[in-house]
């Protein structure tokens, strides 16, 4: 069985501070897949970034950046001078490669003051 | 619009009566997911179609849930005898059929029922 966990469940800072979403995973299965969405206040779950299990090259995209560990399961998620607009719940998703449900993490609430 | 859509967005309904939600996935998306979620948690699965085929279903998907995809276009999730642990949001994705990359599921805006 799949398990997703995010041990923050609600994290608060001020405008431009740089904040990380701890995620980690666990699984039996070798080839899987990583997600992140956003689920701002208005409820729909936004589509973030996917990754796959065979590469371990972090990401970047624009404020936002992801660190991938395979040794240590955890898929992190930093954004950098953080906004208002960054305010919303961020859950980490998993799927095995021979699934097609998303086995999703309790999320964290991230609130940022202005 | 071109995004997943549900309908209703809310649901009040008295423990005992049925509901059924409906959702139009993105066009063209021959997959189509069903999840639900409970405040303050993540989406857990329910039930999935590729086209009109029910191919796997979760064991949350009590004998009360029914789903169902005909013509594999849009779906329908019905409730019976609702109950008042029913109250949750019921989220719909859908995706393409996996070719490389490109197999991320995109999210409808749910339907959020509330059971008295």
């Known amino acids: 069985a799949q398990k997703v966990t995010q041990a923050q469940t609600e994290i608060s800072v001020v405008e431009k501070e740089d904040v990380t979403l701890d995620c980690v995973y666990e699984?039996?299965?070798?080839?899987?897949?990583l997600f992140w969405y956003k689920q701002p206040p208005s409820g729909e779950l936004v589509f973030l970034i996917r990754?796959?299990?065979?590469?371990?090259q972090n990401e970047i995209s624009g404020r936002y950046s992801w660190n991938f560990q395979k040794s240590t399961s955890s898929f992190n998620f930093t954004i950098t001078a953080s906004q208002v607009v960054d305010s919303a719940v961020y859950f980490c998703?998993?799927?095995?490669?021979?699934?097609?449900?998303?086995?999703f993490g309790g999320g964290t609430r991230l609130m940022v003051k202005p | 619009d071109t995004g997943v859509s549900q309908n209703p967005r809310h649901k009040i309904t008295k423990r005992g009566q049925n509901v059924t939600f409906r959702c139009d996935p993105i066009?063209?998306?021959?997959?189509l997911y069903w999840y639900r979620q409970t405040l303050g948690q993540g989406p857990e699965f329910l039930t999935y179609?590729?086209?009109?085929?029910?191919?796997?279903k979760s064991r949350l998907l009590s004998d009360r849930f029914s789903a169902e995809r005909p013509k594999g276009s849009f779906s329908t999730l019905e409730i019976q005898r609702t109950e008042q642990g029913d109250s949750a949001m019921y989220l719909c994705?859908?995706?393409?059929?996996?070719?490389?990359?490109?197999?991320?599921?995109?999210f409808g805006p749910g339907t959020r029922l509330t059971v008295l």
């Open positions: 179609f590729q086209n009109e085929a029910q191919l796997e």
């Open positions: 994705a859908s995706s393409p059929i996996r070719r490389g990359d490109r197999d991320e599921q995109f």
């Open positions: 998703a998993l799927r095995i490669n021979a699934g097609n449900m998303l086995t």
């Open positions: 990754r796959n299990s065979f590469d371990e």
């Open positions: 066009s063209e998306h021959n997959r």
């Open positions: 699984t039996r299965d070798t080839t899987y897949y």
